[in-house]
């Protein structure tokens, strides 16, 4: 990303670079592009209502990925953003084909399984080769360089350390297992990509491209800019509205950064801290449902659950982390003494809410049929695009209906928002549709050959058969992967590897571990690298609106976040926080069927409360601020708060009682000590900040 060029232009034109392609051809190649694209979208929305044969819908869907990849990506940075080389075309030719072959010789390949033709690995061969160039163009070498390495593990395991090595695959089965079956390439991750994942993003899109994304930022300054540090509160909330329907950390930094970094540091926040704040904020919108970095939908697929149940247990732990974000705003705003805006100067908040009303109704129809129909998530996800195309193609005739304004136009405006919103929807695709593929490599070489055995084994003698090395061993690599690959991809390598694990090591430990535990452990270190020096993307992104130094905003965005990487570990040893009590007697944690689920709304909420309570103690801890200054005794005794209130249950383990959530009773009223050290405390006395 450039840094230099500090331009609004600058700005949206980066977004482009990593969110569409940073191709932006003129012309009739650029009409080409478009048309592409919109095909793309066209054919997405089609087999919701004509369904065929999964397997045939994720040959085309890659087929169109590979193909926009070759021609909205170029081979060299340097390369003309304007013109399509010929090469280009060619490669982008092949790739659809080399993608469409199982659409085309379906039935040949289905009647000959495991006795591949010389054609068959021949064009096999060729489409590996150019789905790993396409990557690189889409995302660089470090998914390419970790691919390569897996699939020479499946060549090369004779070779391989003793504790790791396997007998080895040739050239032809490794081919036959990755392309021609649907274990590799077109294995589960590229399944939801084509079922799911692109709808919710097309959703995204054309929701942005109706004016959502203001709407949600207007709102929520008017709503909380009265508050002190209210600008930096505003970014909080529009980030994670913003961040429900676009699953995109760095299209949620440039969406909402440009309005509210500026307003930050005219407060008084610094350059650093205004773009940390932004950058965690639009790094936890992957967190919030309904679309969670389209990861809650691979999740799912994974562990054979429906989508319904992944959203109900990451719902606490996503909300609590907002909520924890808002108050790191709030001690800072208190460190630097800031007030509000005053209210003269802000929106009035219920002009603002009507204005913009309508973008409601198909996030509504969305949540509705998820949570209330439970129907299909890609059902869901078509039925609310359907009512945001009335929308998209109305909202500017009635607007000048309303003012008596011509309607021609406002009729040929609104065509225009929703070729553009369908066409931005495919192009947000590609990168999440290469991964997945690619993704499927990995996936592909641990069922060829039996890598995670092997794996369960080499971390079980490092970490000595205990729980914590092997989490924070998958948090660092989660982290260092995700540095180079987008959150989807990390969460499918490390879910592969390592969520079998925390869960059968779990259980070794004498800790009872849900799979799904395991694999939101995961992703929530996946997200949280997109801030990570030296290479988050989203912290680079909020330097340049901020004029910050990039690698100083990551590190302070990663000290903010710091609110998000405990929750894992508490959810881990707490599963109460995802909504699972346990598993039946006798049950297996990795079986779904024997979580037994926390219901009621009233434990619900008492637990929402408790964790509330704690995530803000731990903020409290580590930002040195409670009721005003905290020294370093009160700090300690803030964290002890946060972990009796995290996990009622350890008092009870210490003292060889029945756990029951009396046990929160100490904690609660150790808290309440300390934050009515002051009472009525709105801030204490101002200590600047270096």
Same mark, same amino acid.
């Given at each position: 990303?450039?840094?230099?060029?500090?331009?609004? %232009?600058?700005?949206?034109?980066?977004?482009?670079? +990593?969110?569409?392609?940073?191709?932006?051809?003129?012309?009739?190649?650029?009409?080409?592009?478009?048309?592409?694209?919109?095909?793309?979208?066209?054919?997405?929305?089609?087999?919701?209502?004509? /369904?065929?044969?999964?397997? +045939?819908?994720?040959?085309?869907?890659?087929?169109?990925?590979? &193909?926009?990849?070759?021609?909205?990506?170029?081979?060299?940075?340097?390369?003309?953003?304007?013109?399509?080389?010929?090469?280009?075309?060619?490669?982008?030719?092949?790739?659809?084909?080399?993608?469409?072959?199982?659409?085309?010789?379906?039935?040949?390949?289905?009647?000959?399984?495991?006795?591949?033709?010389?054609?068959?690995?021949?064009?096999?061969?060729?489409?590996?080769?150019?789905?790993?160039?396409?990557?690189?163009?889409?995302?660089?070498?470090?998914?390419?360089?970790?691919?390569?390495?897996?699939?020479?593990?499946?060549?090369?395991?004779?070779?391989?350390?003793?504790?790791?090595?396997?007998?080895?695959? !040739?050239?032809?089965?490794?081919?036959?297992?990755?392309?021609?079956?649907?274990?590799?390439?077109?294995?589960?991750?590229?399944?939801?990509?084509?079922?799911?994942?692109?709808?919710?993003?097309?959703?995204?899109?054309?929701?942005?491209?109706?004016? %959502?994304?203001?709407?949600?930022?207007?709102?929520?300054?008017?709503?909380?800019?009265?508050?002190?540090?209210?600008?930096?509160?505003?970014?909080?909330?529009?980030?994670?509205?913003?961040?429900?329907?676009?699953?995109?950390?760095?299209?949620?930094?440039?969406?909402?950064?440009?309005?509210?970094?500026?307003?930050?540091?005219?407060?008084?926040?610094?350059?650093?801290?205004?773009?940390?704040?932004?950058?965690?904020?639009?790094?936890?919108?992957?967190?919030?449902?309904?679309?969670?970095?389209?990861?809650?939908?691979?999740?799912?697929?994974?562990?054979?659950?429906?989508?319904?149940?992944?959203?109900?247990?990451?719902?606490?732990?996503?909300?609590? !982390?907002?909520?924890?974000?808002?108050?790191?705003?709030?001690?800072?705003?208190?460190?630097?003494?800031?007030?509000?805006?005053?209210?003269?100067?802000?929106?009035?908040?219920?002009?603002?809410?009507?204005?913009?009303?309508?973008?409601?109704?198909?996030?509504?129809?969305?949540?509705?049929?998820?949570?209330?129909?439970?129907?299909?998530?890609?059902?869901?996800?078509?039925?609310?695009?359907?009512?945001?195309?009335?929308?998209?193609?109305? @909202?500017?005739?009635?607007?000048?209906?309303?003012?008596?304004?011509?309607?021609?136009?406002?009729?040929?405006?609104?065509?225009?928002?929703?070729?553009?919103?369908?066409?931005?929807?495919?192009?947000?695709?590609?990168?999440?549709?290469?991964?997945?593929?690619?993704?499927?490599?990995?996936?592909?070489?641990?069922?060829? &050959?039996?890598?995670?055995?092997?794996?369960?084994?080499?971390?079980?003698?490092?970490?000595?058969?205990?729980?914590?090395?092997?989490?924070?061993?998958?948090?660092?690599?989660?982290?260092?992967?995700?540095?180079? +690959?987008?959150?989807?991809?990390?969460?499918?390598?490390?879910?592969?590897?390592?969520?079998?694990?925390?869960?059968?090591?779990?259980?070794? !430990?004498?800790?009872?571990?849900?799979?799904?535990?395991?694999?939101?452990?995961?992703?929530?270190?996946?997200?949280?690298?997109?801030?990570?020096?030296?290479?988050?993307?989203?912290?680079?992104?909020?330097? %340049?609106?901020?004029?910050?130094? /990039?690698?100083?905003?990551?590190?302070?965005?990663?000290?903010?976040?710091?609110?998000?990487?405990?929750?894992?570990?508490?959810?881990?040893?707490?599963?109460?926080?995802?909504?699972? @009590?346990?598993?039946?007697?006798?049950?297996?944690?990795?079986? /779904?069927?024997?979580?037994?689920?926390?219901?009621?709304?009233?434990?619900?909420? %008492?637990?929402?409360?408790?964790?509330?309570?704690?995530?803000?103690?731990?903020?409290?801890?580590?930002?040195?601020?409670?009721?005003?200054?905290?020294?370093?005794?009160?700090?300690?005794?803030?964290?002890?708060?946060?972990?009796?209130?995290?996990?009622?249950?350890?008092?009870?383990?210490?003292?060889?009682?029945?756990?029951?959530?009396?046990?929160?009773?100490? /904690?609660?009223?150790?808290?309440?000590?300390?934050?009515?050290?002051?009472?009525?405390?709105?801030?204490?006395?101002?200590?600047? @900040?270096?």
């Amino acid at each position: 990303m450039n840094t230099e060029n500090f331009s609004p %232009a600058a700005i949206e034109a980066d977004l482009a670079d +990593l969110e569409r392609g940073t191709r932006r051809p003129v012309g009739k190649s650029g009409h080409f592009l478009t048309l592409l694209a919109l095909a793309w979208s066209l054919f997405q929305l089609w087999v919701v209502r004509e /369904p065929m044969d999964d397997t +045939l819908v994720r040959s085309v869907h890659l087929a169109f990925a590979l &193909t926009l990849t070759f021609l909205a990506y170029p081979a060299r940075k340097r390369s003309s953003h304007q013109i399509i080389p010929w090469s280009d075309y060619l490669l982008a030719l092949l790739a659809g084909l080399g993608a469409l072959y199982l659409f085309l010789d379906y039935d040949g390949i289905a009647e000959r399984p495991g006795m591949p033709l010389p054609r068959d690995i021949m064009i096999g061969s060729c489409t590996i080769i150019l789905l790993l160039e396409g990557t690189r163009r889409a995302m660089g070498w470090p998914m390419v360089i970790l691919s390569g390495l897996f699939l020479g593990y499946c060549h090369f395991g004779p070779y391989m350390p003793e504790l790791i090595a396997h007998h080895g695959a !040739s050239v032809r089965k490794i081919v036959n297992h990755m392309v021609l079956t649907t274990e590799g390439v077109f294995g589960v991750p590229l399944r939801v990509s084509a079922s799911f994942v692109f709808l919710f993003v097309l959703f995204g899109a054309l929701l942005e491209r109706a004016g %959502a994304g203001n709407y949600f930022i207007q709102l929520a300054y008017a709503t909380l800019g009265t508050f002190r540090g209210g600008p930096g509160k505003a970014a909080v909330a529009s980030s994670a509205m913003t961040g429900m329907i676009s699953g995109s950390s760095i299209a949620n930094v440039v969406t909402t950064g440009t309005f509210t970094i500026p307003l930050m540091k005219q407060m008084g926040f610094s350059a650093e801290k205004a773009a940390a704040v932004e950058t965690a904020a639009s790094v936890n919108g992957q967190l919030m449902p309904p679309i969670m970095g389209a990861a809650a939908f691979i999740i799912a697929e994974f562990l054979g659950i429906s989508y319904t149940e992944v959203v109900k247990a990451a719902f606490i732990p996503a909300t609590v !982390s907002y909520l924890g974000l808002f108050y790191v705003v709030h001690l800072e705003s208190c460190k630097l003494g800031l007030t509000g805006t005053p209210r003269s100067e802000l929106p009035p908040i219920w002009a603002t809410f009507l204005s913009g009303i309508h973008h409601m109704i198909p996030v509504g129809v969305l949540v509705y049929g998820l949570m209330v129909e439970q129907i299909s998530a890609g059902l869901a996800a078509f039925n609310a695009i359907v009512v945001l195309i009335f929308i998209l193609l109305l @909202q500017k005739p009635l607007l000048a209906l309303l003012h008596r304004a011509p309607l021609l136009p406002a009729f040929q405006a609104g065509g225009r928002d929703l070729w553009q919103g369908l066409a931005d929807g495919a192009y947000y695709m590609i990168p999440i549709a290469v991964a997945t593929a690619t993704a499927g490599l990995v996936v592909g070489t641990i069922t060829l &050959t039996g890598l995670g055995q092997r794996v369960v084994e080499v971390i079980e003698v490092i970490s000595m058969g205990h729980i914590f090395p092997i989490l924070l061993f998958t948090a660092v690599t989660s982290i260092i992967l995700g540095m180079g +690959l987008p959150t989807t991809a990390t969460y499918i390598v490390m879910a592969s590897l390592t969520a079998p694990i925390i869960v059968e090591l779990g259980s070794s !430990s004498g800790y009872i571990i849900p799979a799904l535990a395991a694999h939101l452990f995961v992703f929530y270190f996946g997200i949280i690298a997109d801030n990570t020096p030296p290479v988050g993307l989203a912290s680079y992104a909020a330097a %340049a609106i901020a004029h910050s130094d /990039p690698v100083k905003t990551g590190v302070q965005a990663f000290a903010y976040d710091m609110r998000t990487a405990v929750l894992p570990f508490l959810f881990i040893f707490n599963t109460d926080l995802i909504l699972i @009590q346990g598993v039946v007697p006798g049950g297996s944690p990795a079986d /779904p069927a024997a979580w037994i689920w926390i219901e009621g709304w009233l434990p619900i909420l %008492a637990l929402f409360g408790l964790a509330t309570l704690a995530m803000f103690a731990f903020v409290s801890a580590v930002m040195g601020w409670n009721a005003g200054f905290a020294p370093w005794w009160e700090r300690l005794l803030l964290l002890v708060v946060c972990v009796g209130l995290f996990r009622p249950g350890i008092l009870s383990g210490l003292f060889s009682m029945e756990k029951t959530y009396w046990m929160v009773l100490p /904690p609660l009223l150790l808290y309440a000590v300390l934050a009515g050290r002051k009472m009525l405390f709105l801030g204490g006395k101002p200590r600047l @900040q270096s």
